[in-house]
């Protein structure tokens, strides 16, 4: 047997458990005995009042077992069929060194493509996108998140010369010195660095005036200077989105999904990546995700304040006439005319004395 070890990317020395079978009750016992004078860390074993033997790993880890002779862990425990044993597998075909494996990973029933399914799946099916190079970055304009490129962005330049990569983030495992098309680098430039799986994304941002390349701190969702993890879209406007829109594409909209996040709640500078349309990542297949009968919320805000707008003017123009026909208007008037509340919103109120 082997085990895996907290903080360590490698398996254990293997440990031999060894133990005489007499074809009796107490079989059991003497071999979880031989699997606790074996001398691992972590793995230990039991029998229940059941005479089950149970074998744990106390942090949750992983146990390697190579079989003996006359295969006794097969006799012990199953491998396949009804009475399969909990949490123990046949080890990958990739793994010479160990027969089974014990572990609290589930084994996925999977089909690798090189695109997106277009089938319809099952519910709560999961997909695993391996496109690295397509990655889909808003940024907040001190209103919406809005495309990259688009003449809201903080990145924005008029002149074609200036603008940020006409491609997109750059990705690639060196940093780059100049965009995609080979022209110079311009301020607000994104470049995913991608020499370091492990931790990614680790995410620059060109700065223009010092000519360098920023580390963005993916752990601040707070600040101008962080940056969002959330879905936000999968194109360029909701009757096309049964297709993944293109990167390009995407940096000149600024459309996203009902669901997307708040813009309100976070900085102009913000940056946002959108998981949903961005490849090296997990996606779920949830059925009915979206009300299509339901309002949406931040439309309905929208047109709230609007409505709240047009009154407000009538109001002022109101205010207006009353300090006309009175020659006076003073402060506690105009107070007690417009108030605000702790949304923020102006509101009307009467006033009984005038």
């Not at 082997?2 to 107490?26: M, W």
Request: hydrophobic share 40%.
């Amino acid at each position: 047997m082997a085990e895996s070890l907290t903080g360590e990317d490698t398996y254990s020395a293997k440990f031999t458990v060894s133990f005489t079978g007499a074809a009796s009750v107490n079989d059991a016992d003497t071999f979880a005995d031989a699997v606790n004078a074996a001398g691992m860390t972590n793995v230990s074993a039991s029998v229940d009042a059941q005479n089950r033997v149970t074998i744990t790993h106390a942090t949750g880890g992983d146990i390697k077992i190579n079989e003996g002779p006359s295969a006794p862990f097969n006799n012990i425990f199953a491998i396949t069929g009804a009475a399969k044993t909990t949490n123990l597998y046949a080890a990958g075909t990739g793994d010479l060194a160990f027969d089974y494996v014990a572990t609290l990973w589930k084994e996925l029933s999977f089909e690798a493509s090189d695109d997106a399914p277009l089938a319809l799946a099952a519910d709560n099916q999961l997909w695993y996108s391996s496109v690295i190079d397509e990655i889909d970055i808003l940024v907040h304009d001190g209103s919406d998140f809005v495309g990259y490129r688009t003449a809201t962005s903080p990145f924005f330049a008029a002149a074609a010369g200036n603008k940020t990569d006409p491609e997109g983030p750059i990705v690639s495992a060196t940093e780059p010195t100049q965009q995609s098309d080979e022209t110079d680098l311009k301020n607000g430039d994104l470049w995913i660095d991608t020499s370091d799986l492990e931790n990614f994304p680790t995410i620059y941002k060109y700065n223009g005036d010092l000519l360098r390349f920023e580390l963005v701190d993916k752990s601040d969702q707070s600040t101008e200077d962080g940056i969002l993890f959330a879905d936000a879209r999968y194109n360029t406007a909701g009757a096309n989105s049964d297709e993944p829109g293109t990167i390009k594409d995407l940096l000149d909209s600024s459309y996203v999904d009902p669901d997307s996040p708040d813009p309100a709640l976070y900085p102009k500078g913000m940056l946002l990546w959108n998981l949903r349309r961005s490849g090296f990542n997990v996606k779920k297949f949830q059925r009915n995700y979206i009300d299509l009968t339901g309002d949406n919320d931040r439309l309905t805000s929208q047109v709230t304040m609007i409505e709240t707008v047009k009154i407000l003017v009538s109001l002022w123009n109101f205010i207006i006439h009353i300090a006309g026909s009175q020659k006076v208007l003073t402060r506690q008037m105009a107070l007690e005319l417009l108030d605000v509340n702790h949304s923020g919103l102006l509101l009307y109120r009467p006033c009984s004395h005038w």
